[in-house]
């Protein structure tokens, strides 16, 4: 019962973290009195998804030849470093909040694989078309970019025989709140406040990563 709890938990907090960036994204179009409609929550949703269950599965496949200890390893240096990035850039947005533009590129190395980030900092605004509507193609775009997260944390999950049908199943719910509301949120509330969830995201991907070394 106790597995089957924890299997539970982990899924939770992997599409709780992933959908951060969707809640996120979709607070600042509300804020900024952009409409998404159904079936632009729909494509968001199932794209992101979608990309997720795809990683699941290839990382899924990998894993049957990589030993145990390795694959626990591979996983929590994906989910760490990712969790870390995420904070890294929720910091660098509070220390530059009062400035106008603030960059910075990252590249970190391990193994042979670099990672490339970009911590460019702007005030957020949404892209507005002319009717204040994110239309379909928007939203397509939109999720491919919120998905780049998703095919990393997806990979490195497999990898550590987390439930993939589970969390992809509680991502198809979790991704459509997380858009609605957050796009309600932000109409609400406007431009009245900062809203900055990134830092809990990356909290939540670091706490999974030393979790799977447990």
């Excluded at 397509?140 to 999950?157: K, N, T, W, Y």
Aim: proline share 1%.
């Amino acid at each position: 019962m106790n597995g089957v709890l924890f299997t539970v938990l982990e899924s939770i907090m992997i599409v709780t973290a992933l959908s951060m960036d969707a809640f996120v994204a979709s607070f600042a179009y509300g804020a900024n009195k952009v409409k998404i409609p159904f079936s632009s929550v729909t494509a968001i949703n199932v794209i992101c998804s979608s990309i997720l269950a795809i990683s699941l599965f290839f990382g899924s496949l990998i894993s049957n030849f990589i030993p145990e200890t390795v694959t626990h390893i591979i996983c929590f240096l994906i989910l760490f470093i990712l969790g870390l990035t995420k904070t890294g850039e929720s910091i660098v947005s509070w220390i530059s909040e009062k400035k106008e533009n603030f960059t910075k590129n990252m590249k970190i190395s391990f193994m042979g694989i670099a990672f490339d980030i970009n911590m460019g900092i702007k005030k957020e605004q949404a892209k507005i078309n002319s009717d204040k509507v994110l239309k379909l193609r928007e939203a397509s775009s939109l999720s491919v970019a919120l998905s780049l997260d998703g095919l990393a944390v997806g990979f490195g999950a497999a990898l550590a025989n987390a439930n993939s049908l589970q969390i992809v199943a509680f991502s198809l719910v979790s991704d459509m709140l997380a858009v609605m509301l957050g796009c309600f949120l932000g109409n609400k509330i406007a431009e009245k406040t900062s809203f900055n969830l990134s830092w809990l995201s990356g909290a939540m991907l670091m706490i999974l990563a030393f979790l799977k070394l447990s």
